[in-house]
Every structure is written in structure tokens, then in C-alpha cells.
T-cell receptor
Framework: EAQVTQNPRYLITVTGKKLTVTCSQN?????MSWYRQDPGLGLRQIYY???????DKGDVPEGYKVSRKEKRNFPLILESPSPNQTSLYFC???????????????????FGNGTRLTVT | AQSVTQLDSHVSVSEGTPVLLRCNYS??????LFWYVQHPNKGLQLLLK??????LVKGINGFEAEFKKSETSFHLTKPSAHMSDAAEYFC?????????????FGSGTQLTVLP
């Protein structure tokens, strides 16, 4: 089954304790991205990756790191979590970068089921 | 620059009655527009997309949306609500061409369907 798998689903941690949220997709997608979802704010992009070893900042990258060493995996790293990073996090992937060229058709984002992170 | 405004944070309808979820957008470029649905404890799923072909777009589960450039709107409708439609809905705007980071989500509309 085609899917994006995030782990863990729930995580409670303390300020300053490094953590990693894993994301894996089995669809051979080039594009992967991390979002955080907060009430009343919709989804905001943290980082994205156009392909292996190619990553770039989204709208809210402060306090986060990512890496893309393999096509299928795109982990999100919080080196020193703080309470303002308490949120619901989603990983997403798509077959191609969200960039239109002549004759190119849009490929939708496939989302994981989310990771609810609480930092105390 | 681009933005998207979902005009209602909560909408309540009775089962069998029409659904209208409103979305207005602002974009410096010709936009592509999407609606995603999020059921509880799940990720987002694409409902439908507008990418410059027909202005009336049909999606999954009987939903449709109409792109109105003059009104800068992309409202989501369904003729008859079902209990399983209860979820949160997000309107998303992207320029027709550009970088992958230029995907802007609305703040979401929570749809409640009453029996």
C-alpha cells in the first residue's frame, strides 16, 4: 500500500532534549516536506526537499533541522526542543516538485497521519 | 505574494442539506487552487484541484468547487451532506509556476454534520 509513515504518533518530551521524528514514503517520490499544524493557523511549511541531498527552508524553519540522505526518508530533528514547538507535525511527499512546466500535471501531496509533539 | 482566507472557521449543517465552505485567495500570479480534507487523527487528503482547465472542478465524494477569477473565490460545495463528511477542510493556493515552497494553506474550516 502506498503510504507516508511517520513515527512516533505521539511524543512527550522536556525542553532541550534532542528528538527525531522519522518520515518514510514507499512511492519513490522526489519531493518531501514537513509541516506543523497549529489551531487557527492552518499548516505552515518547516522544510522541504526536492530530491536526495537537496533541502531548503520553508516558512518556519527556526529550531528545526532535516536531512535527505535517501530518497524514501526525511527525518525532522529538533536539537533543543522548546515549548513553542508543541504542535501537530505532518510529513508529506509528492511524485514531482510542485513546479509547473508545459504539459506537466500537478501531483498531489500525500500526507502521513501526523505526530503530536508536546514539549514541557 | 499570495494568501488564502477561509471565511468560516466552523460550519454546521444537517445531514442531507447542502454544504458550502468559502475560500477567497490573493495571488500575484495565476494560481492553482486545491481543497484538502482532514479526518480526525489522519493526514490531509486531496479532494479536488483547479489548475487552469475547467473552472468547475469535480472532486471525490460528491464535492465540487468553482473557480471565479472576478471574485477571487474557490468555494467548496456538496449538494447533500453525509455524516462521513464531518472533518476539517483546507483551501490551498499555489502559483501556477514557481518553487515548491509557495504552497499556502488556509486556516481550515471545521464541518459538523448533524443527524
Amino acid at each position: 500500500e502506498a503510504q507516508v509513515t511517520q513515527n512516533p504518533r505521539y511524543l512527550i518530551t522536556v525542553t532541550g532534549k534532542k528528538l527525531t521524528v522519522t518520515c518514510s514514503q514507499n512511492m519513490n517520490h522526489e519531493y518531501m516536506s514537513w509541516y506543523r499544524q497549529d489551531p487557527g493557523l492552518g499548516l505552515r511549511q518547516i522544510y522541504y526537499s526536492m530530491n536526495v541531498e537537496v533541502t531548503d527552508k520553508g516558512d518556519v524553519p527556526e529550531g528545526y533541522k532535516v536531512s535527505r540522505k535517501e530518497k524514501r526518508n526525511f527525518p525532522l530533528i529538533l536539537e533543543s526542543p522548546s515549548p513553542n514547538q508543541t504542535s501537530l507535525y505532518f510529513c508529506a511527499s509528492s511524485a514531482t516538485p510542485l513546479e509547473f512546466r508545459a504539459g506537466f500535471s500537478y501531483s498531489p501531496l500525500h500526507f502521513g497521519n501526523g505526530t503530536r509533539l508536546t514539549v514541557t | 505574494a499570495q494568501s488564502v482566507t477561509q471565511l468560516d472557521s466552523h460550519v454546521s449543517v444537517s445531514e442531507g442539506t447542502p454544504v458550502l465552505l468559502r475560500c477567497n485567495y490573493s495571488s500575484s500570479y495565476s494560481p492553482s487552487l486545491f481543497w484538502y480534507v482532514q479526518h480526525p487523527n489522519k493526514g490531509l487528503q486531496l479532494l479536488l484541484k483547479y489548475t487552469s482547465a475547467a473552472t468547475l472542478v469535480k472532486g471525490i465524494n460528491g464535492f465540487e468547487a468553482e473557480f471565479k477569477k472576478s471574485e477571487t473565490s474557490f468555494h467548496l460545495t456538496k449538494p447533500s451532506a453525509h455524516m462521513s463528511d464531518a472533518a476539517e477542510y483546507f483551501c490551498v493556493v499555489s502559483p501556477r509556476s514557481g518553487s515548491a515552497r509557495q504552497l499556502t494553506f488556509g486556516s481550515g474550516t471545521q464541518l459538523t454534520v448533524l443527524p
